[in-house]
């Protein structure tokens, strides 16, 4: 801090005013008895006063001069201390110290003990200040660098030219394709040539056609022994009665096809959760089967080639409070299987053909028999002389009844043993879900998204198929 030093007159001032002071109060009766060599005498006047006293009072005023002097020379070290202590302060702000450096005068002592608080607190708030100065330009050029590498970004992207479709760049992404593409089909053909071939893997040879028996032909189809002049048939009802309808509209739309290929006779059984094979006739069933993930089954035993027993489920589990089309449509899929048909379409999803053979998801476009159904019959079995040959409309129309001959005729037992093996491998088969059916024997056939096919070796020349129409 910096102290004004007064001026001549001030100082002349002062020493005048102090010496004229000092004399008039030792004058005064109760001043000091001690002698004042420049108390005023009585009869001088102010005037001969001052000029008595001038030199003493010069002086006085040229010491008050020199302490004036002294006083601003030591103003003038307390402004340079400061600003030595200041920048003392910044440099060691800029070095991370906070020592106070000691006094080293006498004078300097007169504000180190005041200062050195100060000073320090004053470092470490210039040192923060410089700190945040830091930072905050730090920061500052983060952001503009960020902002500058977006906008290089922004018009690099802008003035970039679209990329050619060029040969190289055709083959970056072929070349990988091809390769993955050739690893997964030598996986199927290993698999295909190995004994573990795993069941839920589709057949490499009808990879192209999963269908589990569209691609049969009437040559190929599975077939009753007949006289090439049609297929006489007995079909049995072991339903409940609320089943009872849409198994005669079954058996009624199958026997008045065109060509007249089927005749059919029908007689009651008691009800047969089981559904036991019965020798040479299709045998038809109802019951709550569980949770297995077909709606519809269908069994035919095989010997020597030929169907010589069949049987049809409906499982409840997945009929009941469906519509009466999803019902008549599953009678009818079923006991097609039991005449030796094959599918003729397993896309659920494209047109309806007309016929319940084929796979729909509207079961009332398609829960009949069509044409196709029964021209191809006509080939497996042949026609019965003086028949309809040509394809015409159905004889029986929507909502009419005929009458079937109801026969009575005594079963045919099968074999202990092959009722006892059927009763051992054919339950756990139906409700399997894993996939795994081949472990327990069974070869699979064929497989779609909406059925499968498996087919195992009972021993003498016995053979059992079962077709499941998937949920």
Known sequence: MTIPAPSSDEILA??????????????????????????PHAEESFGDYARRIEAPTRALHASALET????????????????????????????????????????????????TTSDAAYARRVEQE???????????????????????????????????????????????????????????VLFNNSDSFPDWLPDFENFADEDPFN????????????NGE????????????????FFYQAVDDWDAGTPDVLTLTTSVRAPDFECT???????????????????????????????????????ENYLNGVSSAQKQYTMCHETGHGFGLPHTDVNFYNADRGECMDYTDSPANNDQPGPENFEFLAVMYGVPEGSQTAV???????????????????????????????????????????????????????????GVAHEMDLGDDYSVRVRKLHV
Request: aromatic share 6%; with cysteine; charged share 25%.
């Open 68 to 115: 004036v002097e002294q006083d601003a020379a030591y103003a003038r070290r307390i402004e340079e201390q400061e600003r030595a202590l200041y920048e003392s302060a910044m440099n060691r702000s800029k070095r991370s110290l906070y020592t106070v450096t000691a006094p080293t005068s006498h004078n300097d002592s007169r504000t180190s003990t005041a200062g």
């Open 215 to 226: 691609s049969t032909g009437p040559e190929g189809a599975d077939r009753w022994k007949s």
């Open 14 to 39: 002062r020493a005048l005013q102090g010496a004229y002071d000092a004399g008039y109060h030792s004058s005064q009766p109760n001043s000091s008895n001690r002698p004042s060599p420049t108390a």
């Open 277 to 315: 094979p019965i020798n040479g006739k299709i045998k038809v069933c109802n019951g709550d089967y569980g949770n297995t993930d077909w709606r519809g089954i269908n069994q035919i035993l095989i010997r020597n080639g030929f169907i010589f027993a069949s049987t049809a489920k409906m499982n």
């Open 230 to 245: 049609g297929l006489t048939m007995e079909i049995v009802n072991a339903l409940d009665d609320d089943w009872y309808s």
């Open 130 to 188: 410089l700190q945040d100065e830091e930072v905050a330009r730090q920061m500052t050029n983060q952001e503009e660098t960020r902002a500058s590498t977006h906008r290089a970004h922004v018009l690099a992207a802008q003035s970039a030219p679209l990329r050619a479709c060029s040969v190289r760049r055709i083959c970056s992404y072929l070349i990988p394709l091809a390769i993955i593409g050739g690893i997964v089909v030598g996986t199927l």
């Open 392 to 450: 015409t409309t159905s004889a029986v129309q929507p909502g009419e009844r005929r009458v079937f001959e109801t026969v009575d005729t005594e079963d045919e037992a099968l074999p202990d043993w092959l009722l006892s093996k059927l009763q051992q491998v054919v339950p756990a088969f139906e409700n399997r879900m894993d996939g795994k059916d081949y472990e327990e024997g069974w070869r699979l056939l064929h497989r779609s998204l909406h």
